[in-house]
């Protein structure tokens, strides 16, 4: 099980489901690049994070793996899924932007040390403003079972948006947990049970 954090996380931030996940999976967290312990090479998009991540699987010499991405993370899951679908074995996607043109603001940079490079929130933030057309419409080309797990009305994401994403790919299910956009640090014992009985069926 590989998981993927969101924007301005790090791997740190899987910790109150790790555990739970290693019960039954060899879990890797990973530093997206930009973030924690990762290179910060000044160079950032969905693309290059999801080649990344093709690169560690390959280092790893993982065949395939089940992806657990949250936000920006589930961004990369995607499309992970969508180029290399021999890679992926399973999806989960927790409270993740579909691909679409969208509005967002870029956010003032905090004063406080950041563990993460502040250029990346510029590049993530303009692309998915721009939205992704070719990844919207390979949503559809995703074999892997795929579990969509949404925030409710406390998210900043557009639920019905993910009720869009559930219809596009062939074997999904969408389950939410009123719990906002960081379901998994909310309420990390309801979000394992719901990833892990989810596995248990697939």
Known sequence: MVLLHALGQRRSTWAPVTARFAERFRVYALDLRGHGDSDWPGEYSLQ???????GVLDELGLDTATLVGHSMGGAVAYLLAIQHPERVQRLIIEDAAPPLPRNGTLPMRPRAALNF???????????????????????????????????GLQSHIPQDKLEEVAERIPHSQLVTLPAGHYVHTSCPSRFADVVLDWLADE
């Open 48 to 54: 290059l994070m999801c080649d990344d991540v093709l």
């Open 117 to 151: 490079d502040w250029a990346v929130v510029a590049s993530i933030v303009e692309q998915r403003n721009a939205g992704d057309p070719a990844a919207w419409n390979g949503l559809g080309k995703i074999s892997a079972p795929t579990l969509l797990i949404g925030g």
